[in-house]
């Protein structure tokens, strides 16, 4: 197939890239290297030492003879690049990849918020335009996220997507099938539970054979392909705005940091590895649904932890210690998550669960390139209000308090 996947440039673009491409497939990257520009903004940099993406692109055609098209396009503001792009290339399918995805960057200031709202629903609904008036019959799949569902325990798995209803009416109670109802929990996320409305219209409206795939945290860093030359390494976000909890417990275990806990950690969270995100997108690539269908969404995930729980684990394969903070977000202290990923599991997806193994892998990483990491970037403060933004813990080691010496 040929492939466009938009945004595969990042953490989770970049392996599903290298994995699509070993597998035969015609891969056609297409980024505006923001990702890369909000380091800059950040003043934090990837654990691990990216290239360019032209030079990882030169180093996957030198290792496996295989060629990674980039194309440097901004899906957001450059609609009609973005249109002629698709008559000119013709994809089969389209990864879409690329929306700001970090909830404590899209809290940040209003600033924040205005930009991922803008990023993240003009990119998706340019793409959605644009497939319409070409008439390009693509296959999109889409990287959304469990956080759409909220996380008020409810009590009941969570299903892909859909929620049974029954609705009274005057001529007695009737049964229908609900887009699962919206909660989000950041700027981000809202970003997410609109790309789901939009999706549903234009399936709907135009019959375009649309793929939603409701992702957990992704951790880890490496999967078969990046591991095969040091320069395909993957980024590795740990900073207090896009590090996921589960690698920043890991990174900051291997520096002696304290393990960040907002709050109780009494939170619980979807989880997949990074190995097992690549070959769930393989596998929704090859069960696209019929044009006239509704969106076909999964859950994208494989397990659900507690965080103070896997705090508690790291803290005992590591020996690091724990630190209980105030909570610089606007969440259920404590919440139950049962989730239902039934159609991955019946695709054969076999799910990679957190083993002591890929747990030191991670470890392993991050003390090799321990030099590389700014402590003072380390902790959370993007606040999801100004009243909680007066008790974030800025300093986590409580360096201010140590006496100089
Ligand atoms: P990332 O930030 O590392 O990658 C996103 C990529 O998209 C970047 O390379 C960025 O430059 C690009 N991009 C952003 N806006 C763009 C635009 N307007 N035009 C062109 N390119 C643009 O993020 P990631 O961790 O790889 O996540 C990828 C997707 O998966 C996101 O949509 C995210 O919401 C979703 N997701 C991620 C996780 C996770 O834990 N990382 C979990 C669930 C869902
Ligand atoms: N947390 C800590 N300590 C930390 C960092 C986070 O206790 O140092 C807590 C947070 O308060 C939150 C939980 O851990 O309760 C998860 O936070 P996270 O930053 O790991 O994940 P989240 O903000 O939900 O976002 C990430 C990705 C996003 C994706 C989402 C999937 O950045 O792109 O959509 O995971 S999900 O959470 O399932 O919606």
């Not at 990849?97 to 209003?110: H, I, L, N, V, W």
């Not at 900051?252 to 907002?262: D, E, M, N, S």
């Not at 020996?319 to 919440?335: C, I, M, S, Y």
């Not at 890929?358 to 403060?381: N, Q």
Request: aromatic share 8%; proline share 5%.
């Amino acid at each position: 197939m040929k492939i466009a996947i938009l945004g595969g440039d990042g953490f989770v673009g970049w392996p599903t890239c290298l994995h699509l491409s070993e597998k035969g497939h015609e891969i056609h990257i297409l980024d505006n290297l923001s990702r890369r520009w909000i380091d800059t903004e950040l003043g934090v940099q990837s654990l691990t030492p990216m290239d360019s993406i032209q030079e990882r692109c030169r180093i996957w055609r030198e290792v496996t003879g295989r060629r990674l098209q980039f194309h440097l396009l901004d899906i957001a503001k450059e609609y009609e690049r973005l249109k002629q792009w698709l008559l000119e290339h013709r994809p089969d399918a389209v990864i879409h990849f690329a929306e700001q995805r970090a909830a404590p960057y899209s809290m940040k200031t209003d600033r924040h918020k205005v930009y991922t709202v803008n990023n993240n629903v003009a990119a998706t609904h340019n793409l959605l335009a644009a497939l319409v008036e070409t008439g390009i019959d693509a296959h999109l799949v889409h990287l959304g996220t469990m956080g759409v569902y909220g996380y008020s325990s409810v009590g009941a798995p969570i299903p892909e997507g859909y929620l049974d209803v029954t609705i009274d009416t005057p001529s007695g109670p009737r049964e229908q099938q609900i887009l699962y109802p919206t909660r989000p929990g950041s700027v981000y996320h809202m970003t997410k539970s609109l790309d789901q409305i939009l999706f549903q219209f234009y399936a709907q409206n135009d019959g375009l054979r649309i793929t939603d795939l409701h992702q957990g945290i992704v951790w880890g860093t490496h999967t078969d392909q990046t591991r095969r030359h040091p320069q395909l390494v993957n980024r590795f976000d740990y900073d207090g705005d896009y590090g996921t909890v589960l690698n920043r417990f890991l990174i900051q275990a291997a520096i002696g940091y304290p393990l960040t806990v907002h709050g109780t950690g009494g939170q619980t969270r979807a989880f997949i590895h990074i190995q097992d995100s690549v070959r769930c997108i393989e596998l929704a690539l090859g069960d696209p649904p019929k044009a006239g269908e509704r969106v076909r969404i999964f859950n994208q995930m494989t397990e659900t932890h507690r965080v103070r729980d896997l705090a508690h684990l790291v803290a005992r394969i590591t020996g690091a210690r724990v630190a209980f903070l105030p909570n610089p977000r606007k969440e259920a202290d404590e919440n139950d998550l049962i989730v239902d990923n039934s159609q991955f599991l019946a695709l054969g997806l076999e799910p990679t669960t957190l083993q002591e193994g890929l747990l030191a892998e991670v470890v392993d990483v991050a003390r090799k390139f321990a030099h590389r990491i700014d402590r003072s970037r380390v902790p959370a403060v993007s606040a999801w209000t100004k009243e909680i933004a007066e008790r974030v813990d800025r300093d986590p080691e409580r360096r201010a308090l140590r006496p100089a010496i």
